[in-house]
């Protein structure tokens, strides 16, 4: 199978002792192309992913600040932001959006932080990387407000809404990634969503380091279990799981406008 990895946090701690290898076993395991999420540890690393999308040919790398950080943003880190998505590897801008589950940074700081970043990405052309919890309402109402008009699109990253809201972001121009809860026995509203995303529009990802698929479930996740999800999501779709793989990766890179670099891995067993 030809994999792709759409969102995964590769510049995390829980990665700092095996990180090559853990890279080596994502090729391993079929992994064409991996896109690095620049959120960091908050604002004071901006650039978390550069490295790595600077480093190997198949990373590409996206910049922002998550809604966990709104709180400490500020004029400057948005501004640095501004220069940081002119990079060549910079392909999206992400993850951003709102989290009411855990409430770290205020509402309205949320709200407002969310605006700031859409309307900077909106600049930049970039698509954006969505981060929603609990705020379904309230995000939908602002990508519909701010982010649909300028017809770039998105990805609505480790989907876990209702099949409505699978078709609001479909309407609003988004791709829609399911991650490694959508194997779990009891997320089968997950799997009723993915049913619901025509097949030219969804993509797959780790969320790495977290959300381990179901053989692995509370280990530590990693790019190379992008092969799980594939696997669930392609007997969802009564796909072969090597037709649906290359479905979602060719999604991913025409999506972003990417070319196939000639050395990807071609297949595994």
Same mark, same amino acid.
């Given at each position: 199978m030809e994999l792709v990895d759409s969102h995964a946090h590769i510049d995390f701690p829980q990665f700092a002792d095996d990180r090559e290898a853990m890279l080596d076993r994502a090729r391993a395991a079929g992994v064409s192309a991996l896109l690095a999420i620049g959120? =960091? /540890? =908050? +604002? @004071? #690393?901006?650039?978390?992913?550069?490295?790595?999308?600077?480093? *190997?040919?198949?990373? *590409?790398?996206?910049? =922002?600040?998550? /809604?966990? @950080?709104?709180k400490q943003a500020t004029p400057q880190h948005l501004e640095e932001l501004s220069i940081l998505a002119k990079h060549p590897k910079v392909i999206a801008w992400g993850e951003i959006g709102l989290d009411y589950f855990y409430d770290h940074s205020p509402r309205d700081v949320q709200h407002r932080v969310f605006r700031d970043q859409m309307a900077l990405a909106r600049d930049a052309k970039l698509p954006i990387i969505i981060h929603c919890r609990d705020a379904w309402a309230d995000c939908l109402a602002l990508i519909d407000e701010v982010w649909r008009p300028t017809g770039i699109g998105g990805i609505l990253h480790c989907f876990t809404g209702t099949v409505g809201e699978v078709r609001r972001g479909l309407d609003a121009g988004?791709?829609?990634?399911?991650? =490694?809860?959508?194997? *779990? +026995? #009891?997320?089968?509203?997950?799997? %009723?969503?993915? #049913?619901?995303? /025509?097949?030219?529009r969804i993509l !797959?990802?780790?969320?790495? +380091?977290f959300l381990a698929p179901q053989p692995y479930r509370g280990k530590r996740n990693e790019p190379a279990y992008i092969a799980e999800v594939a696997r669930t999501l392609a007997n969802v779709r009564n796909l072969l799981p090597e037709e649906f793989a290359a479905t979602t990766?060719?999604?991913?890179?025409?999506?972003?406008?990417?070319?196939?670099? /000639? %050395?990807?891995?071609?297949? !595994?067993?």
């Amino acid at each position: 199978m030809e994999l792709v990895d759409s969102h995964a946090h590769i510049d995390f701690p829980q990665f700092a002792d095996d990180r090559e290898a853990m890279l080596d076993r994502a090729r391993a395991a079929g992994v064409s192309a991996l896109l690095a999420i620049g959120t =960091g /540890p =908050g +604002p @004071e #690393k901006l650039d978390s992913a550069l490295p790595f999308a600077d480093r *190997y040919d198949w990373i *590409y790398a996206s910049i =922002g600040i998550h /809604p966990h @950080e709104a709180k400490q943003a500020t004029p400057q880190h948005l501004e640095e932001l501004s220069i940081l998505a002119k990079h060549p590897k910079v392909i999206a801008w992400g993850e951003i959006g709102l989290d009411y589950f855990y409430d770290h940074s205020p509402r309205d700081v949320q709200h407002r932080v969310f605006r700031d970043q859409m309307a900077l990405a909106r600049d930049a052309k970039l698509p954006i990387i969505i981060h929603c919890r609990d705020a379904w309402a309230d995000c939908l109402a602002l990508i519909d407000e701010v982010w649909r008009p300028t017809g770039i699109g998105g990805i609505l990253h480790c989907f876990t809404g209702t099949v409505g809201e699978v078709r609001r972001g479909l309407d609003a121009g988004f791709m829609i990634s399911f991650a =490694g809860n959508s194997t *779990y +026995p #009891k997320t089968q509203h997950i799997r %009723d969503a993915a #049913k619901e995303v /025509p097949l030219d529009r969804i993509l !797959i990802e780790t969320d790495s +380091p977290f959300l381990a698929p179901q053989p692995y479930r509370g280990k530590r996740n990693e790019p190379a279990y992008i092969a799980e999800v594939a696997r669930t999501l392609a007997n969802v779709r009564n796909l072969l799981p090597e037709e649906f793989a290359a479905t979602t990766a060719a999604n991913f890179r025409s999506f972003f406008q990417l070319v196939r670099p /000639p %050395d990807s891995p071609a297949s !595994i067993s």
